[in-house]
């Protein structure tokens, strides 16, 4: 109990434990995500690892303790490798990690029972440590076109924790079959200077990074429509700025088409609210069936949306308006025992240099769309009453 190494292994024991109790609470309060409870599951044995390290004279022999102890960081190593994999949808390692686990520890066993080597059996822990470490940095890196900070951070002490591992292997590897004293002063000495600060960065970044998913996830939900999954109001004012700056930037065309059911609250009185609400997610599925990446849809009112198409122009949009009143009229909602028919009307308008943001153009396109339902809805009309769509696609004046 003098000795420094005690003291860090029970530090060690109970960070792990506070991390498990973390990562559990994460995957109770955020959707039970499935990294979290992977993560949780791989400190909890972490801190078994570390409480064992303390047992030795609860084993048969020495060997049997070493094994013990290496299993549970194997457990920890493949339930952290396999919780990034879950997170970032990682494709380029198989689902099931554990039969690679249980062959690692058949090589610890070996080296340890059959063919004892020292070197072997310490270096292995260690060295597929640093390569899941490196391995998670790179999945956390790849998985987003542009890397939040939380990632960043994560991915760069999994580096560093890694190379330290790395380094570690190498001293424990060069003890030998039976052990050099020199080696296994310098890995001893080394592995415990490094190990505590490596692993507690590591696990803080990795709680960093769930926060950062946290925000982003609320960010999310703040622009988002709870019942049909389009953007809100706010969500469009947010996108819509976006695409109003690349407008002004590129010249790029950029047209908005605003939408609205045709006699809604017929839906709602005939066949009840649930119904609407089923009728809202329907009409708003169909808006966004093919949309490209780039199109914004938002739900700006009660049966009201608004759809922006960037590098389209007003015969492009009235085009895809056209194509989208009819796909509407034919794609009824079908319920349980009742076919719930729909239209919805129209209006068209793009941007113009002359427009100081896209509200100007919205505000053009809803009175497009209102003069679609005086003149009798199921219909499109553009923010021009001086346009009119000729047969080849094209718009030409009225006079």
Avoid at 259 to 276: C, V
Avoid at 328 to 348: D, H, K, Q, W, Y
Avoid at 354 to 363: F, G, P, R, V
């Amino acid at each position: 109990m003098d000795s420094p190494i005690y003291y860090i292994i029970v530090a060690m024991m109970f960070a792990s434990f506070t991390l498990s109790i973390i990562f559990f609470m994460a995957w109770q309060t955020q959707g039970k995500k499935s990294y979290a409870l992977s993560w949780s599951i791989g400190f909890l044995a972490a801190t078994l690892q570390w409480f064992f390290n303390l047992q030795s004279q609860w084993f048969p022999s020495p060997e049997v303790h070493s094994l013990v102890v290496k299993a549970f960081a194997l457990i920890l190593i493949t339930s952290v490798i396999r919780g990034h994999c879950q997170r970032t949808d990682c494709s380029h390692l198989p689902k099931n990690l554990w039969p690679f686990a249980c062959l690692i520890f058949a090589g610890v066993v070996w080296a340890t029972l059959f063919d004892p080597h020292l070197g072997i059996r310490t270096a292995l822990i260690p060295a597929i440590a640093s390569l899941t470490l490196f391995l998670s940095a790179l999945m956390i890196i790849k998985h987003r076109e542009v890397t939040r900070a939380g990632e960043w951070a994560a991915a760069i002490s999994m580096v560093l924790f890694g190379i330290t591992q790395s380094i570690a292997a190498i001293a424990a590897f060069m003890q030998g079959v039976d052990g050099d004293p020199f080696y296994e002063s310098i890995y001893i000495n080394y592995n415990y200077l490094m190990l505590p600060s490596g692993y507690m960065a590591m696990g803080m970044f990795v709680v960093f990074m769930l926060a950062s998913d946290l925000s982003e996830q609320m960010k999310e939900l703040a622009i988002r429509d709870q019942l049909t999954g389009t953007l809100n109001r706010h969500g469009l004012n947010e996108r819509g700025a976006a695409a109003f700056a690349t407008f002004k930037g590129t010249d790029l065309p950029v047209a908005i088409i605003m939408i609205d059911i045709d006699n809604f609250k017929t839906i709602n009185d005939k066949h009840g609210h649930s119904a609407g609400d089923a009728a809202l997610v329907h009409f708003a599925d169909l808006l966004e069936d093919g949309r490209a990446d780039g199109d914004i849809l938002a739900r700006v009112g009660g049966e009201e949306f608004a759809l922006v198409l960037p590098c389209f122009d007003l015969a492009g949009a009235m085009s895809i308006a056209s194509d989208l009143c009819k796909k509407v009229e034919e794609t009824p909602l079908r319920l349980a025992g009742i076919t719930v028919n729909m239209t919805a009307s129209f209006g068209v308008s793009a941007l113009s240099n002359k427009d100081a943001s896209l509200t100007n153009a919205i505000e053009r396109a809803d009175r497009a769309l209102y003069r679609s339902k005086d003149a009798g809805r199921n219909q499109v009309d553009l923010e021009s009453s001086q346009l009119m769509l000729a047969q080849d696609g094209t718009l030409k004046p009225l006079n």
